[in-house]
């Protein structure tokens, strides 16, 4: 079973569409949950990190965790093309999913 | 501010030549430090990482090692490249005290023939 698991799309919305993604973690014990943006070619950037259940806003970018269901997700409000990326979900700094490949139409 | 400097970018090496990759941080001290490689359609797998010159912990059994011989300075070496070691190699530093945001150099690309 691997660590983190996301779907690796590709996801496609339209531009000032929300963008959902979705990530699960098999360790229940995990405390402290990262969520990257990486371009093609280019190295990963953080976006978010989240280490409380429920909700955290930044911007156009909210990242919600649930501990209970082992699941941490990310929204991007009114999406743009820029958005467009390999989302990368992390616990701590020893587990990364295969990443969301996210495509922002205009 | 702290800069990450990873080289050499890019390299074409036959299978069984060695290796060699450099990783330096500037502007912060007693970083922790991280080795990644993300193959293609793959996530990051984590290498190597150290807390401190010289202690190097493996995630991953295999052909490469890590060495750690300055406080900012983390070098991943191989002695004989296999085609499977092929990918987008990344540094990367978190400092020993913080959110445990990993800070990314700009990789480097290693193509094995």
């Known amino acids: 079973q691997k660590e983190v698991e996301q779907n690796s799309g590709p996801l496609s919305v339209p531009e000032g569409a929300i963008a959902s993604l979705n990530c699960t973690y098999s360790?229940?014990?995990?405390?402290?949950f990262f969520w990257y943006r990486q371009y093609s070619g280019k190295s990963p950037e953080l976006i978010m990190f989240?280490?409380?259940?429920g909700d955290k806003e930044d911007g156009r970018f909210t990242a919600q965790l649930n501990k209970a269901s082992q699941y941490v997700s990310l929204l991007i409000r009114d999406s743009q093309p820029s958005d467009s990326a390999t989302y990368l979900c992390?616990?701590?700094?020893?587990?990364f999913g295969t990443g969301t490949s996210l495509t922002v139409i205009p | 501010s702290q800069t990450i400097h990873q080289w050499p970018a890019t390299l074409v090496q036959p299978v069984g030549s060695p290796l060699s990759l450099e990783c330096t941080v500037e502007?912060?001290?007693?970083?922790?430090l991280y080795w990644y490689r993300q193959a293609a359609g793959r996530g990051l797998q984590l290498l190597f990482y150290?807390?401190?010159?010289?202690?190097i912990s493996s995630e991953v059994p295999q052909n490469l090692s890590a060495s750690r011989p300055q406080d900012r300075q983390f070098i991943l070496s191989s002695k004989k490249l296999l085609l499977s070691d092929s990918g987008f190699y990344l540094c990367?530093?978190?400092?020993?005290?913080?959110?445990?945001?990993?800070?990314f150099g700009e990789g480097s690309r290693l193509t094995v023939l």
């Open positions: 990367a530093w978190t400092g020993a005290l913080g959110t445990g945001e990993l800070f």
């Open positions: 360790d229940r014990g995990s405390q402290s």
């Open positions: 989240i280490y409380s259940n």
């Open positions: 992390a616990v701590l700094q020893f587990y």
């Open positions: 502007g912060t001290s007693n970083p922790n």
């Open positions: 150290s807390v401190g010159i010289g202690q």
